[in-house]
C-alpha cells in the first residue's frame, strides 16, 4: 500500500498550521534561549568508561527526533545494530517479526545471547529466554544504553545488552507533557507525563497508547504502557525509590504474500496474534558518600507471552507465563586517588509456565513450573596514572563467579586499558561472557516440546564468548569527534539438538569480527550531524541478520527559529534471515537484499505562556523503496504522521 494521500497532505497541513502557531506565540512574545548548538544529531559516538567498556546512548531527544513508535524503530540507527519486524507498530514475537541484533549476536531462538534491561533488571520472555521488544517501552525511556561487548562488570548471563534507564525529576518543581499524532495506516500515538520534585519527594508518571491497522492486511499492532516512579530523599547520603511499569500489547503476523507463483498447498501464518504484558516491580535504596556509592535493588517481573496459531496454519496456541525475581547490589569505592574498586552481586530467580493447547479433540500438554536460580558475584579494580605532558594510562581487571543450581560454575574475567592523550582517548579490552541456558532447554524436552529429548538439558554447560575490542575517539574541532572500533567475538560451547536419539550438547561455535566508524559534528549553531559506517564479517558465512555493510547517517538543522529538520538514512547490506534454530548443522540459506532508507521529521517550535510545544510531520521510507526484512513480508512504502506535542 502506498501512502499517495501522505505526500499531497504533508505540506498542506504544515503550511495551514504555520499562521496559528505564529498567533499563538504573537499573544505572548517570548524570545527564545540562545543556545550554542541546536540539537544532539539523531544519534551518538560510543562512550568508553575506566574499565574500557563501552556503551552507546540514545537519549529521550534523540527518540523524539527519530519519531520512534516502538523499540526497534528507537534502535535502527544505532552503529553495530539490526533490527527486524513485520509491522508498523509493535512487534511480533522474539524473533523475525521484531528482534535486534548487535554486531552479528542474538540470533538463536530460543533462548537468545542478548538480554534486555530496565533500570539494569531483566526484563524478557522468561520462559524461552529472549527479548520481546514490546515489553521494552520507548515511552518508559529516559534513554536507552546499549552495550555491543558484555563486560562482566556491567552486566551478567548475556553477550550483549540493552538497557532502558527510566526517567524521573531530579530539580526542583513539576514538568508535564502529552502528545498526539495520527498518520498513516490508521496509526494512532497518545502519550502523557507528568512528574514532579518538592522537597525529599518526587514522583514521575507516565501512559501511553499506539496503535496501527498496519500497511497490509492482518499487520496490526497496539501497544500500551504504563510507568509510575516514586523517590524520597532519606537523608544526605541515602534515597529510597519505588518502580512499576505495566505493558499490554497485541500484534499479528501478515503471513506470507501469496502469488501466483507459490507452490500449492503453501502454509500460511497469516492472522496469527501473538499477545504479551507484564508488570514489573523494582524497590531500590541508593547510598552516596564522598569516596562510596551504591544501590540494592529488589525486583520482580510477572509476565506472559501467548501464541495464537488455529487461523490458518492450525499449530496449537503457545501459552507462556514467568516470574523473574532477585536482588541486585552494586557499589563503587574510591579509597585513593585516581583508583576505583567496583563490587557488586546479581540473585536471579527464573519461574516459568508452558502450555500448549491444540484443537479439539487433542489433549492440551503442559511444562513446568520449573524454577532456575543463578547467582553471580563479581568484583573490579582500576587505576589512573599519570605519565606527564597530559598522557594518562588507566589499567583495569576484574571477573565474575557464576553459580547455578543446574548449569555448573563459570569465571567470566575482564581486562582493558585506557590511555588518554590531551583530548584523545585510546582502548582496548578482552572479556569473556558467559550465557546460561534458560527454561527454553527443559520446556523443549517436555510435553510442550520433544519428550524424547529426556534429561539430556541437565548436562548443559553454559555458552562463552571471547570479545576482544580495541578503538580510539578522536575529537576535531571544537564541537566535532570521530570513533574508530574493531572488535571480535569467538563464541563457543553453543547448545545444539543431535539426533539420533535427540540429546543437547554444547557442541557449536562461530566468529563475528568487524570495524565501526562513527563522526559526529556541529559546524554552526544551526546545525548537527552524526554518520557511521560498519563492516562486519561471520564464520560460518550464513549467520543471519549479520549484514556485512551498515551505513547510517542523520542531521539535526534548524532552518529558521522555531524551525527544525531531523533526516536519518541508513544502508543494510544483503544479508540471510531467519533465526537460527538449535540443531546441529543449521544452515540459514535464505537471503534478503540491500536496502535504503531515508526518513524525516519538520517540526514548528513555539512558546505560548508558560507553555512550550511542536507542531511536526514525519514521513518514513520517503523514497518509497521496495524492501524486507523476511522473504514475502514487504515493509511499508511511503508513509508518515502528524502530531502535536506540548510541555508545561
Known sequence: MKSSLFRALCPLFLASLTPAVNTLAADAPVRLPAVEVVETPVAGLPATDRYASSLTSVSAEQLRDLNALDFASALRRTPGLTITRYNQVGSFGGGEGGAVFVRGLGVSRP??????????????????????????????????????????????????????????????????????????????????????????????????????DGHRPDSDGRMENYFLR??????????????????????????????????????????????????????????RYENVEGAVRFYCNAGEGNWSRRAFSRNPDSRNDWRLYGVRWRETLRPWTDGEITLGADLDYNRGTSRSVPLAPATERLFGPETLRLFSPYAGLAHTVALGDGLKLTPSAGARFYDHQIFGRRWAPQTGLVLETGRVQWHAGWSRAVNFPGLEVAALSSPVGNPALGQSWRALKPEQIGQSEIGVRYPFGEKSAVAVTAFRNDAHDRYVIVPPPPRFFNIDSYRTEGIELSVETAPTAELALFAAASALRTTPDGLPYAPRRTVTGGINWRLAPGW????????????????????????????????????????????????????????????????????????????GMAGLRLEW
Not at 152 to 159: A, I, K, S, W
Request: charged share 15%.
Open 564 to 639: 527544525l529538520l531531523s533526516v536519518d538514512a541508513t544502508y543494510v547490506s544483503e544479508m540471510h534471515v531467519l533465526s537460527e534454530a538449535r540443531s546441529a548443522g543449521t544452515t540459514n540459506p535464505l537471503t534478503v537484499g540491500s536496502h535504503c532508507l531515508l526518513n524525516a521529521r519538520l517540526a514548528r517550535r513555539f512558546v505560548w505562556g508558560t507553555h512550550r510545544g511542536e507542531v511536526y510531520v514525519a514521513g518514513e521510507n520517503l523514497t518509497d523503496r521496495d524492501y524486507v526484512y523476511r522473504p514475502g513480508y514487504p515493509m511499508p512504502g511511503i508513509n
Open 111 to 212: 533462548g537468545g545471547e542478548i538480554k534486555t534491561t530496565v533500570d539494569g533488571v531483566p526484563k524478557l520472555n522468561g520462559v524461552f529466554n529472549h527479548p520481546l521488544l514490546d515489553l521494552m517501552s520507548v515511552d518508559a525511556a529516559e534513554r536507552i544504553d546499549v552495550r555491543a561487548r558484555a563486560t562482566p562488570l556491567d552486566v551478567g548471563n548475556t553477550f550483549a545488552a540493552v538497557n532502558v534507564v527510566t526517567p524521573r525529576v531530579t530539580q526542583p518543581g513539576t514538568v508535564a507533557r502529552a502528545q498526539l499524532a495520527a498518520g498513516s495506516f490508521g496509526t494512532v500515538v497518545e502519550r502523557f507525563d507528568v512528574g514532579a520534585k518538592d522537597g525529599a519527594f518526587d514522583y514521575y508518571l507516565s501512559q501511553s497508547y499506539r496503535r496501527s
Open 230 to 287: 516514586l523517590g524520597w530523599t532519606l537523608t544526605s547520603h541515602w534515597d529510597l525509590s519505588y518502580t512499576v511499569n505495566h505493558t499490554h500489547n497485541t500484534a499479528s503476523d501478515p503471513g506470507v504474500v501469496i502469488t501466483p507463483q507459490s507452490p500449492v498447498g503453501l502454509m500460511s501464518t497469516r492472522g496469527e496474534i501473538y499477545q504479551t504484558a507484564d508488570w514489573l516491580h523494582i524497590a531500590a535504596l541508593g547510598y
